[in-house]
């Protein structure tokens, strides 16, 4: 890690305090004033029911990371900071296998053909066999990278929290080129994955940018401004691009803190753009991208021209993961672990779980049996990682290491 690159992240840790999670909007004060919202009960149309449970080890643990798992046919591909691998079952969550490898797992798995990839905190990417879990290829980055890989026939994309985008090839792990943006003094915690859009690979950077990058030279293409910094102080004028951005039919839509929702062709050329500050992209369906702000609300726009379409409130401050749609929903998870499910036409709430483990029960002398319960404490049961779509239901996982299959019924 380079030494301007450690001034960087303790400032950010610092006063930013891991903004993706403990900040949430520009104004730090009113957030810690405000408080997250509480939650009131309604009508519950949607049923949420949990299909199986099963512990994956610490999960990110204290790490503000998010772990998604990957899916590849009937099986589900999951890691936990640790250094733990393994292959589930997607019907019953049964382990087929798993791995323990000596560096800790700083991001989600990839799955790509035979292959699953993996980075590790002490900055190397690794390529892995998807039959057995063995290491295949190991290959030394610019510094540590929290995004999951994106890959096509030839090539693996990384982006690393340095400001780097690098391309390796697939077969033996051989650096092809990398690509270097500038970093402001002061970023949020947190990088979003690249995205392939025709020859292009496309990523975002903490200096508010949108680059795109020629996937066989590694020379920019273009580059949008989404994010403008503002005031006199570094933390006023902090922007970052931390969530993937989404390729819907040669369009690419992307989120910036501080900045703006865009819709940018392959051309690069801008087709709309509005307002917004949000730490994650978006997610689509019914012709609408959903967007969790940075204040907790989830807002709806209109794929076709960005018009406001619904936002709902009522999770403000909630510390919410990214969106994801299913069926006709759009459902998201929280701090505490609850899993919300609103309408995608209006955004209704229509559903709600909480995915916490049941208190544990202890046989105390002379107690009343209302005592022999005990709470789980000092595990975060939040959900960071975004939630997944899959034939069987929707597949959550906690920060504490908890993986789930999750069925929605009305």
């Given at each position: 890690m380079k030494p301007q690159l450690i001034i960087a992240t303790l400032a950010s840790v610092f006063l930013l305090a891991c903004s993706s999670q403990e900040?949430?909007?520009?104004?730090?004060?009113?957030?810690?004033?405000?408080?997250?919202?509480?939650?009131?009960?309604?009508?519950?149309?949607?049923?949420?029911d949990v299909v199986w449970r099963r512990s994956l080890g610490k999960g990110s643990g204290a790490k503000n990371i998010r772990l998604r798992p990957a899916l590849s046919g009937d099986n589900v591909y999951a890691a936990d900071y640790n250094g733990q691998l393994w292959a589930l079952e997607l019907s019953s969550g049964d382990k087929i296998w798993s791995q323990k490898f000596d560096q800790r797992i700083t991001s989600g798995v990839v799955v790509a053909e035979n292959d699953l990839y993996i980075a590790t905190e002490d900055g190397l990417l690794h390529s892995i066999a998807k039959s057995n879990g063995e290491l295949q290829w190991s290959q030394p980055l610019s510094s540590e990278s929290i995004a999951p890989v994106v890959v096509d026939n030839t090539q693996v994309y990384i982006r690393t929290i340095d400001g780097h985008l690098t391309a390796f090839d697939r077969r033996n792990g051989k650096q092809n080129w990398t690509y270097e943006a500038a970093l402001p003094v002061l970023t949020v915690h947190g990088t979003g994955s690249p995205v392939l859009l025709q020859n292009l690979v496309v990523t975002g950077f903490a200096n508010g940018k949108l680059v795109a990058v020629d996937r066989e030279l590694g020379i920019p293409r273009w580059n949008k401004r989404l994010a403008i910094p503002q005031g006199r102080s570094e933390l006023e004028r902090l922007v970052d691009l931390d969530g993937t951005p989404l390729v819907e039919n040669g369009v690419v839509y992307a989120t910036a803190y501080h900045g703006k929702l865009s819709a940018i062709g392959f051309d690069g050329k801008t087709q709309w753009e509005t307002e917004l500050s949000s730490y994650f992209g978006p997610a689509l369906g019914l012709g609408n991208l959903y967007v969790t702000r940075d204040d907790d609300h989830v807002q709806a726009y209109?794929?076709?021209?960005?018009?406001?379409?619904?936002?709902?409130?009522?999770?403000?401050?909630?510390?919410?993961?990214?969106?994801?749609?299913?069926?006709?929903?759009?459902?998201?998870?929280?701090?505490?672990?609850?899993?919300?499910?609103?309408?995608?036409?209006?955004?209704?709430?229509?559903?709600?779980?909480?995915?916490?483990?049941?208190?544990?029960?202890?046989?105390?002398?002379?107690?009343?049996?209302?005592?022999?319960?005990?709470?789980?404490?000092?595990?975060?049961?939040?959900?960071?990682?975004?939630?997944?779509?899959?034939?069987?239901?929707?597949?959550?996982?906690?920060?504490?290491?908890?993986?789930?299959?999750?069925?929605?019924?009305?």
């Open positions: 900040t949430k909007s520009g104004t730090l004060a009113e957030d810690v004033e405000s408080g997250p919202a509480e939650l009131v009960s309604f009508d519950e149309s949607v049923d949420i209109d794929q076709v021209n960005g018009a406001s379409v619904w936002s709902q409130s009522a999770l403000q401050g909630r510390f919410l993961n990214q969106p994801v749609e299913y069926e006709n929903y759009v459902v998201v998870a929280d701090f505490e672990g609850y899993v919300h499910v609103l309408a995608q036409v209006d955004g209704e709430m229509l559903g709600r779980l909480s995915v916490r483990p049941k208190p544990l029960h202890m046989t105390l002398p002379n107690q009343p049996e209302m005592y022999n319960w005990r709470p789980l404490r000092g595990k975060d049961f939040g959900i960071r990682s975004v939630m997944q779509s899959t034939p069987n239901g929707l597949l959550a996982y906690t920060n504490a290491g908890e993986l789930l299959l999750l069925q929605l019924a009305n």
